[in-house]
């Protein structure tokens, strides 16, 4: 079981928006940067978000990230069937120089 | 453009040993640390291990301590993971990936399918 804890599914209709929260704990979150990545169906993961609410270049701007406390999430506006995929959240504890994701949530866009 | 090519994946017995290989281009090697990141089949991510840009420090996740060594060739710009006793637990692709920011992982291979199985 993962450190940080995502819903393992969220679903919604193309064009409208969707948040996919990440929980976690003052030793992770809370204490440092998110970021997300996503998995598009049979490909490898790439960096979407980091910073918590930083877009790498090409990344629309149609994402965007934010931390409260110890949660993150992910917003998708305007979706699009192409955004259909897994969405991971994760941090890096550079105390322990460890790496912690989330466990993936499934985006479905209706 | 910076490129991520993992090589050496394959079927193999419980308990034997298999080598990982990254192969990077497109950027200053020596400048990044580098990760391997595992997925069960069906599964999340799993953060398997890191060395330091310099190769002077290593850390792994605990279930492949002693079992799992990552190493650097900055010479030949690869990194590589020796993986010992291996078990079906270990059974995943296997992704290498660039740290940057100090937190993140910003480049990803296309991955390595590893199988233990008799």
């Known amino acids: 079981q993962s450190a940080l804890t995502q819903p393992p599914s969220v679903s919604a209709a193309p064009g409208q928006k969707v948040t996919i929260s990440c929980s976690g704990s003052?030793?992770?979150?809370?204490?440092?940067?998110v970021s997300w990545y996503q998995q598009l169906p049979g490909t490898a993961p790439r960096l979407l978000m980091y910073d918590t609410n930083k877009r790498p270049s090409g990344i629309p701007d149609r994402f965007s990230g934010s931390k409260s406390g110890t949660s993150a999430t992910l917003g998708i506006t305007g979706l699009q069937t192409g955004d259909e995929a897994d969405y991971y959240c994760g941090t890096w504890d550079n105390s322990l120089s460890v790496g912690v994701f989330g466990g993936g949530t499934k985006l479905t866009v209706l | 453009q910076v490129q991520l090519v993992e090589s050496g994946g394959g079927v193999v017995q419980p308990g034997r040993s298999l080598r990982l290989s990254c192969a990077a281009s497109?950027?200053?090697?020596?400048?990044?640390?580098m990760h391997w990141v595992r997925q069960a089949p069906g599964k999340g991510l799993e953060w398997v291990a890191v060395i330091w840009p310099d190769g002077s420090k290593e850390y792994y996740t605990e279930s492949v301590k002693g079992r799992f060594t990552i190493s650097r060739d900055n010479s030949k710009n690869t990194v590589s993971l020796q993986m010992n006793s291996l078990s079906a637990e270990d059974t995943a692709v296997y992704y290498c990936?660039?740290?940057?920011?100090?937190?993140?992982?910003?480049?990803w291979g296309q991955g390595t399918l590893v199988t233990v199985s008799s």
């Open positions: 990936a660039r740290h940057a920011h100090d937190r993140d992982w910003d480049h």
């Open positions: 497109g950027f200053t090697f020596s400048n990044y640390g």
């Open positions: 003052s030793s992770n979150i809370g204490n440092t940067y």
